[in-house]
């Protein structure tokens, strides 16, 4: 794990709602049997979003290890953080894996022509269900409290908020976009994104993707960004958010377009959040982990990544790896 848990700024579907928190992730499966196992010792090095830690550590790449006879190895951050550093070459790859397509294209063509979409990615709001304000949290998870009420409470009550950096991170940017569409939704006053969030790289606020579910757990906030599969995986405590809030239905791409933030590297508009995965450097190694990766649509799933049909982006992906 890459991220520290102190608070920092760079310039430039299944609701389980109140069932605690826990650090355990899921464990491998016992038995996969996709491929031959390799009769020549090698190894994969697969770079992912962070909040794709579970599923790759604890999951897909044991699964993958134990069929293929290849030794995983995977480090996660930020996608757009990650791809910098792809690109400047400080750490190498075989697969890269980002949410949304931006952070591959960042590699395209020297690293990369291609990426393939292997399934949505939910925004949820997760909670500490120690917080003083836990039990209210709890009330909107479960329905009981109209969506509208608790953005109001956000805007006039001290909530300790946590959030990824929009600027290294695709959940940072829908995590703030969010918030604007609620506003517009919800003919709340003007201001008042502001009011909850305050400037984009806001220093009390802004986390790694890796550190902000330790500091949630650890009690040092009372809300945070997530994604469905996060809290799934970790056993937090969460509230769901509709299809016109959590950016992974795709046809709400017109409505998630509406929201946007104005970053140093410039403006960035919502849109639909999804997983995407690409081999590096024409990494053979990597292309058979891409393709593991979509044969085994109902693992993913069973962790809570919604399936979408497999799209390619770019041009040149290898044989066997198609649109759905």
């Avoid at 920092?8 to 389980?16: C, P, T």
């Avoid at 940072?172 to 994104?193: D, I, K």
């Avoid at 790694?208 to 405590?237: R, Y």
Wanted: positive net charge.
């Amino acid at each position: 794990m890459r991220g520290k848990t102190a608070a920092f700024i760079v310039s430039g579907a299944v609701v389980l709602a109140g069932c605690g928190s826990g650090a355990s992730g899921p464990k491998a499966p016992t038995s996969q049997s996709q491929a031959p196992k390799s009769t020549t010792a090698s190894k994969i090095n697969v770079v992912y979003a962070g909040s794709l830690a579970n599923i790759n550590d604890n999951v897909i790449g044991p699964a993958f290890q134990k069929v293929t006879g290849i030794t995983y190895q995977g480090q996660g951050g930020g996608s757009f953080a990650m791809a910098k550093e792809l690109s400047s070459h400080l750490i190498t790859g075989n697969v890269f894996e980002s949410i949304g397509t931006a952070p591959i294209q960042s590699l395209e063509p020297k690293q990369t022509t291609w990426a393939v979409r292997v399934s949505s990615t939910p925004l949820v709001i997760a909670y500490n269900p120690h917080s003083p304000d836990a039990p209210y949290f709890k009330r909107v998870a479960e329905g009981q409290v109209p969506l509208k009420n608790f953005f109001e409470f956000l805007a006039s009550h001290p909530v300790h908020i946590g959030r990824t950096n929009p600027a290294t991170d695709p959940q940072g940017q829908a995590f703030y976009e969010m918030m604007e569409l609620a506003q517009l939704r919800y003919h709340l006053p003007s201001g008042t994104v502001q009011k909850i969030l305050g400037s984009w790289n806001n220093p009390r606020q802004v986390y790694s993707e890796e550190g902000l579910p330790t500091e949630l757990q650890s009690g040092g906030l009372d809300i945070a960004s997530a994604f469905l599969p996060e809290v799934i995986q970790d056993k937090l405590s969460y509230i769901p958010l509709p299809g016109w809030l959590n950016f992974s239905v795709a046809k709400n791409a017109s409505w998630y377009a509406k929201a946007s933030i104005n970053l140093p590297s410039g403006k960035v508009t919502g849109g639909v959040l999804a997983v995407w995965a690409t081999a590096l450097n024409q990494s053979s190694v990597g292309t058979r982990f891409v393709k593991y990766l979509l044969a085994h649509e109902n693992l993913l799933k069973k962790y809570g990544y919604p399936p979408l049909s497999p799209v390619i982006q770019g041009t040149g992906a290898p044989s066997g790896i198609k649109n759905g």
